[in-house]
């Protein structure tokens, strides 16, 4: 399962009210790539889960996430945190078994072959 924070759902309701999609679904996956071989993907999707993709619903904001990605996630958090860059959407992963700086990239036991693409982004080092 995949859960957001309270914080979270909050930014997400004001963000789809903003882009009008009040019934659009947070998409969130993972893909290769980033300082730490994995990096994590969300967006909103106004369309409905795809074949293969599991939903979760909480306070009224619904999740799609694909099984592959799931692998990698399952149990982590959605937050929207603030720091000295501004304010965006973090996944709290409890499968990671390290992340880099910009915590937009982690590794898993099972990814350890993941190709590491180098995100640039946050200046931490592999």
């Given amino acids: ?4 924070s309270e914080r979270a759902v909050t930014e997400l309701k004001d963000l789809m009210s903003t882009q ?27 369309g409905d889960p795809e074949e ?15 099984g592959l990605s799931m ?9 929207f945190v603030d720091d000295a860059l501004g304010g965006g959407f973090k996944v709290e992963n409890p499968n990671a078994t390290s992340t880099c700086g910009c915590g937009s990239s982690f590794k898993t036991e099972g990814s350890e072959g993941a190709a590491a693409g180098g995100c640039g982004s946050c200046g931490c080092s592999k």
């Avoid at 599991?54 to 694909?66: L, R, S």
């Fill in 1 to 4: 399962m995949i859960t957001i």
């Fill in 20 to 46: 009008a999609k009040q019934s659009a679904a947070l998409r969130v996956w993972v893909a290769g790539g980033g300082c730490s071989g994995l990096s994590y993907g969300m967006a909103l999707d106004d």
């Fill in 52 to 66: 293969g993709d599991q939903t979760f619903e909480q306070d009224g904001v619904k999740i799609f996430i694909d």
């Fill in 71 to 79: 692998n990698y996630m399952e149990g982590s958090t959605v937050d």
